[in-house]
T-cell receptor
């Protein structure tokens, strides 16, 4: 079945530094990938939609200069949290949609970011 | 506007008892509907999905869900709950090329 991986699974960084999170579709090509954020005991909230070869579309209230998304290939999207602050600490989950229109979003295992 | 409502924030059931988790949605087009389960600190695992056809869908781990268009509902059921079913359950609605909308989740506790 379709598998999506995320790396790293867990990262701690100091305030003011940047962190890059990778999302890879391992056995299929993903034209579209989505980035979600989940606060403790809350639901997933979409941050942005990433399309291969084009700029990401950000949801209202999400700072595009802070959360840089790059979807450089059909199997890789990256989320970079720039100048991270403690309030950016969260669980970040990506998902990928199959290129052949097989409709399901395959979710990665998530990345736990802690900013100290 | 698109939205998903899970009315029950937390449910406690005894092991072996039946379970029903409620989900209501509002969506402008014919929805694709999903149920996911999430264990603490883990990602999402798909339990089942509905695209079209038979309105009663079977999923993994003995779960099933029934799509009722007239009620805009997609409730999840399991006839006999196991202690390992304790987790957070999310209902989601979406469409091709569009984002998923998630409910706020229902936390399930299973009493031995």
């Amino acid at each position: 079945g379709a598998v999506v991986s995320q790396h790293p699974s867990w990262v701690i960084c100091k305030s003011g530094t940047s962190v890059k999170i990778e999302c890879r579709s391992l056995d299929f090509q993903a034209t579209t990938m989505f980035w979600y954020r989940q606060f403790p005991k809350q639901s997933l909230m979409l941050m942005a939609t990433s399309n291969e070869g084009s700029k990401a579309t950000y949801e209202q209230g999400v700072e595009k200069d802070k959360f840089l998304i790059n979807h450089a290939s059909l199997t890789l999207s990256t989320l970079t949290v720039t100048s991270a602050h403690p309030e950016d600490s969260s669980f970040y989950i990506c998902s990928a949609e199959g290129r052949e229109g097989v409709y399901e979003q395959y979710f990665g295992p998530g990345t736990r970011l802690t900013v100290t | 506007a698109q939205s998903v409502t899970q009315p029950d924030i937390h449910i406690t059931v005894s092991e072996g008892a039946s379970l029903e988790l409620r989900c209501n949605y509002s969506y402008g087009a014919t929805p694709y509907l999903f149920w996911y389960v999430q264990s603490p600190g883990q990602g999402l695992q798909l339990l089942l999905k509905y695209f079209s056809g038979d309105t009663l869908v079977q999923g993994i781990k003995g779960f099933e869900a029934e799509f009722k268009r007239s009620q805009s509902s997609f409730n999840l059921r399991k006839p006999s709950v196991h202690w390992s079913d304790a987790a957070e359950y999310f209902c989601a609605v979406g469409a091709l090329g569009n984002q998923f909308y998630f409910g706020t989740g229902t936390s399930l506790t299973v009493i031995p």
